[in-house]
């Protein structure tokens, strides 16, 4: 018996020991859940997010150019929701690739569900995170103005008119006990 499609990208994404029990469950489960405006979120993401995070003797930050498999495994695994954030540095990696999907026919934009974050804090001095897509509230004197370029620049680098969920990264520096 093959392994379904979709279980094969999961075995690729987690490690080993949790895909084998999140597969036991996975085809059991709802995929959504409604959210209060009627919108059917999906249980299920595929994160964009890759890099470094905990070996000290290595480059310590986001390696986009690692998602170009990723993302394509997720959807030729039938994982179409999307988990992205414009400090991840991979909407252009998630665009293209979607862009191709769309222009062959694959797919279109209502088959994918795309989840963005904006409002990334500065980065903590040991990890290296674009400052230019970063920022502290407190230091930036429009924050709504700034929250509305980075969407606007999400949009751009995703390749797409609008995404299905929009959410802050955080809420306040990284320093700040409250955030």
């Given at each position: 018996?093959?392994?379904?499609?979709?279980?094969?990208?999961?075995l690729?994404?987690?490690?080993?020991?949790?895909?084998?029990?999140?597969?036991?469950?996975?085809?059991?489960?709802?995929?959504?859940?409604?959210?209060?405006?009627?919108?059917?979120?999906?249980?299920?993401?595929?994160?964009t997010?890759?890099?470094?995070?905990?070996?000290?003797?290595?480059?310590?930050?986001?390696?986009?150019?690692?998602?170009?498999?990723s993302?394509?495994?997720?959807?030729?695994?039938?994982?179409?929701?999307l988990?992205?954030?414009?400090?991840?540095?991979?909407?252009?990696?998630?665009?293209?690739?979607?862009?191709?999907?769309?222009?062959?026919?694959?797919?279109?934009?209502q088959d994918?569900?795309?989840?963005?974050?904006v409002?990334?804090?500065?980065?903590?001095?040991?990890?290296?995170?674009?400052?230019?897509?970063?920022?502290?509230p407190?230091?930036?004197?429009?924050?709504?103005?700034?929250?509305?370029?980075?969407?606007?620049?999400?949009?751009?680098?995703?390749?797409?008119?609008?995404?299905?969920?929009?959410?802050?990264?955080?809420?306040?520096s990284?320093?700040?006990?409250?955030?």
């Amino acid at each position: 018996r093959s392994t379904p499609p979709l279980l094969l990208s999961f075995l690729f994404l987690f490690p080993v020991r949790f895909s084998i029990c999140f597969s036991c469950t996975l085809f059991s489960m709802s995929t959504t859940t409604t959210l209060n405006n009627g919108v059917a979120l999906p249980l299920v993401h595929s994160g964009t997010a890759f890099g470094n995070w905990t070996d000290p003797s290595s480059y310590s930050g986001f390696t986009p150019e690692d998602a170009w498999r990723s993302v394509s495994l997720a959807l030729d695994g039938g994982l179409t929701s999307l988990d992205c954030a414009y400090a991840y540095g991979t909407h252009r990696v998630v665009g293209a690739t979607l862009g191709s999907r769309f222009a062959s026919g694959a797919l279109t934009r209502q088959d994918v569900f795309l989840t963005t974050k904006v409002a990334h804090p500065d980065a903590p001095p040991h990890l290296y995170i674009d400052p230019t897509v970063t920022f502290n509230p407190s230091d930036v004197s429009d924050v709504r103005q700034r929250v509305l370029d980075d969407y606007q620049r999400s949009l751009t680098d995703l390749g797409v008119g609008f995404v299905d969920l929009l959410l802050l990264h955080w809420p306040g520096s990284f320093t700040e006990k409250d955030a």
